[in-house]
């Protein structure tokens, strides 16, 4: 079970302000430690609370150059379509930050998502097996130096959905959806192996609407029954869950970071 940390704060202001610097502390530790800093963002509200990366002191102090970005999950669409994460990622955060265009690994366009997900996992293996991602020496699976990991409000993460079987795949590095219960409907997504070969994973969760589902998902009963997808992510380093009010009500104030 992987080290668990839970930072609460206030509001989403609050949270977005905290994951800054939090993300700026593990770019620095990486680029010392290998040279490099492997990011997988996600899609939904995520992005929005990236939005201090982009302002100063980050977006003049990180070492951008060094970064390379990865995406979790994507709809099966192109790349200027309003419901592809990759321009989500790009026109709120990515093209805001001078990340080399060659250290972006989109998802492929013009393919078919049993394609597109065996494609993105031949390249991942490729930059495996080029050095330029790590190995984990648990999995063998690419080892991401740190995974940004939103939440639905039925407890999914990724495309990984509770009734969906692909959620229990063992093999597989990348896997696609063809019924994501909301549109776009053809979807490729990481694996939980992948997932939880990270280093790190930060889990931003945010607003009233996935209040019900962490409550599961971290509650006292969290072990009890049929686990949702939220609690089946535990990297090989460090969870950290970042919380505001609206999803985690505060319950004792010392709980506060």
Known sequence: MAPTKVVRKSTEEEVA?????????????????????????????????????????????????????????????????PDSNYKLAYDGFLSKVPIPESNIYAIKEGLSPEEAAEEYEQRLKDLVANKKLRASPITGFAKFDLMLVGMGPEGHVASLFCWHFQRFEKEKWV?????????????????????????EIAMVVTGEEVGDALKLTMGPHASYGYPLPAQKVSPEGELTWFLDNAADPPRNPCCIL
């Open 175 to 199: 896997t696609f959806v063809m019924d994501s219960p909301k549109p776009p409907s053809k979807r490729i997504t990481f694996t939980f192996p992948l997932i939880n070969s990270a280093s």
């Open 17 to 81: 302000v905290v994951l800054a610097d939090y993300i700026s502390q593990r770019s620095t530790k990486y680029i010392a430690d290998h040279g490099s800093f492997s990011v997988v963002l996600s899609g939904g509200t995520l992005i929005d609370t990236l939005r201090k990366l982009v302002e100063p002191p980050y977006v003049t102090s990180i070492d951008w150059s060094k970064w390379l970005i990865f995406f979790l999950d994507e709809r099966v669409v192109s790349h200027d379509d």
